[in-house]
């Protein structure tokens, strides 16, 4: 007897069945388990999976003896596509009295139990048991082997799906990895590359062939002779795979036939079952390295350019002032005074730039010397003292009189001053008040920004600006080092700068060893720090 099957909504039905790939290692084991399981549940007897295709035109079968054909499926008429259809077992107690049986793939003997597989509302298939002896299944059966098939269901359409989600998953990686303008390699433990995606190899001139199998040196160029900056300390990968700490981000100079490239690279190691890995990932700086070239170079020029009228302009000053010229009266002094102050604002942000310059192109270089701290505070507030009469603020010097000498640069530590200073005249209202302190610092470690905990203890110095100014939002006071940023504010804040003052005063800090961190609340006003390493006492 066939059943009326209304076409249309069983081919929407059969359309959400998911395509079960027997190649699959994980369904080929599941099938497996559903197998074995009915058989120790029903033995003796021959069990059959039966999964439709979404196009319903072919079923997939793995029986007992653990065997997966693909057949032709006669839908609607077939005995599995009643069953599917009827969502209802069905139970034959003797072959030779129903043909029927003998319409499942698979099928052998005289009694024969079958139920469909129900997932989520869809049917993928049915299960079957059958065997030799005629008339052996009854109620319980049936209910005992509906059971089983849904948890069978549920089991089959995860482990697919989880399949197709991971095949999907390495499709998109793939593209990804193919795709990509930041080059992707895998090293293994010989530090030979695995693979490598095109703009990878495109970065080293050589196409993926190549480079797999190649050693790490053979590929950066590192020989004998010439070592590129990855392998100054002892090959970065090699630390990688060896001792299992990634490298977030470090610049390698290579050459690749013949012309200077310069490579952001960060290298993450990976555990493996059979081995560790890494992880590589290169971008190619080269034309942002060429371009802050460039940008230094020429700012380097127009800063040169520049300082030669404004030194003639200084020396005038400073003969006007001298009365080289003749005796001035009181006010032509307060002008020609002005005059300086303006002209030497100014030189400070030629030096600023010039260093911004220097700094780009790699030729920041520090003239250390014993100093004393407390002549290089005095000579940076005296700059600024017309400045802050002029804004109504008051200059206080908090100086320890026990401050040890330092071997620094006084040229760079008093344009650290100066930029901290004339931040916090910028920011702070007629009538408020700048602080500047010096003092040995109370640290709890006393160690230096590049020193390790084993090594020696350096004593710290402690230098403090503190305003009663505007303050600088949380939000904003990881950025404010950052060169031409400037945060936004609605208070006293004047105007001018360029946002380089505090950029400037980190890097001479930090290539001094030093540390500067910055506590504000807004309205209130900001303190910025800087601890310097005590060299010598």
Same mark, same amino acid.
């Given at each position: 007897?066939?059943?009326?099957?209304?076409?249309?909504?069983?081919?929407?039905f059969?359309?959400?069945?998911?395509?079960?790939?027997v190649?699959?290692p994980?369904?080929?084991?599941a099938l497996?388990?559903?197998v074995?399981?009915v058989?120790?549940?029903?033995s003796?007897?021959?069990?059959?999976?039966?999964?439709?295709?979404p196009?319903?035109?072919?079923?997939?079968?793995?029986t007992?003896?653990?065997t997966?054909?693909?057949?032709?499926?006669?839908?609607p008429?077939?005995? /599995? &596509?009643?069953?599917m259809?009827?969502?209802q077992?069905?139970?034959?107690?003797?072959? %030779? #009295?129903?043909?029927r049986?003998? *319409?499942?793939?698979?099928?052998?003997?005289r009694?024969?139990?079958?139920?469909?597989?129900?997932?989520?509302d869809?049917c993928?298939?049915?299960?079957?048991?059958a065997?030799?002896?005629?008339?052996?299944?009854?109620?319980?059966?049936?209910?005992?082997?509906?059971?089983?098939?849904?948890?069978?269901a549920?089991?089959?359409?995860s482990?697919?799906?989880?399949s197709?989600?991971?095949r999907?998953?390495?499709?998109l990686?793939?593209?990804?990895l193919q795709?990509s303008?930041?080059?992707?390699?895998?090293?293994?433990k010989?530090?030979?590359f695995i693979?490598?995606?095109?703009?990878f190899?495109?970065?080293?001139?050589?196409d993926?062939a190549?480079?797999?199998e190649?050693?790490c040196?053979?590929?950066?160029?590192c020989?004998a002779?010439?070592? /590129? &900056?990855c392998?100054?300390?002892?090959c970065m990968?090699?630390?990688?795979?060896?001792? %299992? #700490?990634?490298?977030d981000?470090? *610049?390698?100079?290579?050459?690749?036939?013949?012309s200077?490239?310069?490579?952001?690279?960060?290298v993450?190691?990976?555990?493996?079952?059979?081995a560790?890995?890494?992880?590589?990932?290169?971008?190619?700086?080269?034309?942002?390295?060429?371009?802050?070239?460039?940008?230094?170079k020429?700012?380097?020029?127009?800063?040169?350019?520049?300082?030669?009228p404004?030194?003639?302009?200084?020396?005038y000053?400073e003969l006007?002032?001298?009365?080289?010229?003749?005796?001035?009266?009181?006010?032509?002094?307060?002008f020609?005074q002005?005059?300086?102050a303006g002209s030497e604002?100014l030189?400070?942000?030629?030096?600023?730039?010039?260093?911004?310059?220097?700094?780009?192109?790699?030729?920041?270089?520090?003239?250390?010397?014993?100093?004393?701290?407390?002549e290089?505070?005095e000579?940076?507030?005296?700059?600024?003292?017309?400045?802050?009469?002029?804004?109504?603020?008051?200059i206080?010097l908090?100086i320890?009189?026990?401050l040890?000498r330092?071997y620094?640069?006084?040229?760079?530590?008093?344009?650290?001053?100066?930029?901290?200073?004339?931040?916090?005249?910028?920011?702070?209202?007629?009538?408020?008040?700048v602080?500047?302190?010096?003092?040995?610092a109370?640290?709890?470690?006393?160690?230096?920004?590049s020193?390790?905990?084993?090594?020696?203890?350096?004593?710290?110095?402690?230098?403090?600006?503190?305003?009663?100014?505007?303050?600088i939002?949380?939000?904003?006071?990881?950025?404010i080092?950052?060169?031409?940023f400037?945060?936004?504010?609605?208070?006293?804040g004047?105007a001018?700068g360029?946002g380089l003052?505090?950029?400037?005063?980190?890097?001479?800090?930090?290539?001094?060893d030093?540390?500067?961190?910055?506590?504000?609340?807004?309205?209130q006003?900001?303190?910025?720090t800087?601890?310097?390493?005590?060299l010598?006492?």
């Amino acid at each position: 007897m066939t059943l009326p099957v209304t076409s249309s909504h069983d081919h929407e039905f059969f359309q959400n069945v998911p395509s079960f790939d027997v190649s699959v290692p994980d369904v080929v084991s599941a099938l497996r388990k559903v197998v074995q399981n009915v058989n120790a549940l029903f033995s003796p007897a021959h069990c059959i999976v039966a999964l439709v295709h979404p196009s319903h035109t072919t079923l997939l079968t793995y029986t007992s003896d653990h065997t997966a054909i693909q057949h032709p499926f006669n839908y609607p008429d077939s005995l /599995p &596509a009643q069953v599917m259809l009827q969502r209802q077992p069905m139970a034959i107690a003797d072959a %030779e #009295q129903d043909s029927r049986a003998h *319409e499942l793939p698979g099928f052998f003997g005289r009694s024969l139990l079958i139920v469909p597989l129900i997932y989520d509302d869809i049917c993928i298939g049915t299960l079957a048991i059958a065997r030799a002896e005629p008339g052996t299944f009854d109620e319980q059966a049936v209910r005992i082997l509906s059971a089983f098939a849904d948890q069978a269901a549920l089991s089959l359409v995860s482990i697919q799906q989880a399949s197709t989600n991971q095949r999907i998953a390495g499709q998109l990686e793939r593209t990804i990895l193919q795709a990509s303008s930041d080059g992707i390699a895998i090293l293994g433990k010989q530090r030979r590359f695995i693979e490598a995606n095109p703009a990878f190899s495109r970065m080293f001139a050589l196409d993926a062939a190549q480079l797999v199998e190649r050693q790490c040196a053979e590929v950066f160029g590192c020989t004998a002779e010439v070592k /590129p &900056a990855c392998c100054l300390k002892g090959c970065m990968i090699e630390h990688a795979l060896h001792h %299992e #700490q990634s490298l977030d981000y470090a *610049e390698v100079d290579i050459t690749v036939q013949g012309s200077s490239r310069l490579l952001g690279l960060s290298v993450t190691p990976v555990a493996l079952q059979d081995a560790p890995v890494c992880l590589v990932i290169a971008r190619d700086m080269t034309a942002v390295r060429d371009a802050t070239r460039s940008r230094a170079k020429f700012l380097s020029m127009i800063t040169h350019e520049l300082r030669s009228p404004l030194n003639a302009i200084n020396g005038y000053l400073e003969l006007l002032l001298a009365e080289a010229g003749g005796e001035l009266t009181s006010e032509q002094r307060e002008f020609a005074q002005r005059a300086r102050a303006g002209s030497e604002n100014l030189y400070a942000l030629l030096e600023d730039l010039l260093l911004i310059s220097r700094a780009d192109a790699g030729q920041m270089r520090l003239n250390r010397e014993l100093i004393h701290l407390s002549e290089v505070i005095e000579n940076a507030v005296e700059e600024l003292e017309l400045t802050a009469l002029d804004n109504g603020i008051q200059i206080h010097l908090n100086i320890s009189p026990q401050l040890p000498r330092l071997y620094a640069d006084a040229v760079r530590l008093q344009q650290v001053l100066r930029n901290l200073i004339n931040n916090a005249l910028h920011f702070t209202p007629e009538g408020g008040e700048v602080v500047v302190s010096a003092a040995l610092a109370e640290v709890e470690n006393g160690l230096s920004a590049s020193q390790q905990p084993d090594d020696e203890p350096h004593p710290m110095l402690q230098l403090q600006v503190q305003d009663t100014g505007c303050g600088i939002a949380p939000e904003f006071q990881q950025r404010i080092f950052e060169r031409f940023f400037q945060a936004p504010n609605e208070g006293i804040g004047r105007a001018g700068g360029q946002g380089l003052g505090l950029a400037i005063v980190k890097m001479i800090v930090e290539l001094h060893d030093g540390t500067v961190t910055v506590a504000s609340t807004p309205g209130q006003g900001s303190t910025f720090t800087c601890l310097l390493p005590c060299l010598l006492n």
